[in-house]
């Protein structure tokens, strides 16, 4: 488990396994959107094809529907 309460995207993501349920706030005009943790998190599945069936809770769109947010997963 994570000690600190800041860490690095790469690290926040080290403790998501396949078939976890992970929330992200943000809203869909990029305010607060975490994409560092999501750029990791889309980079570790391309590096390791895993994890696997991640269920993501999300209160709105978060991304520009080309390269941000949701879009790295």
């Known amino acids: 488990m994570l000690k600190n309460k800041l860490v ?17 706030g943000g809203s869909g005009a990029g305010h607060a959107v975490p994409d560092k943790v999501l750029k990791s998190l889309g980079k570790r599945y391309q590096e390791s094809n895993s994890p696997k069936d991640i269920i993501v ?7 520009d529907n080309a390269q941000r947010g949701l879009n790295h997963i």
């Open 57 to 63: 809770i999300h209160p709105c769109g978060i991304g």
């Open 8 to 24: 690095t995207g790469r690290d926040a993501i080290s403790i998501i396994k396949s078939g976890d349920t992970v929330a992200i």
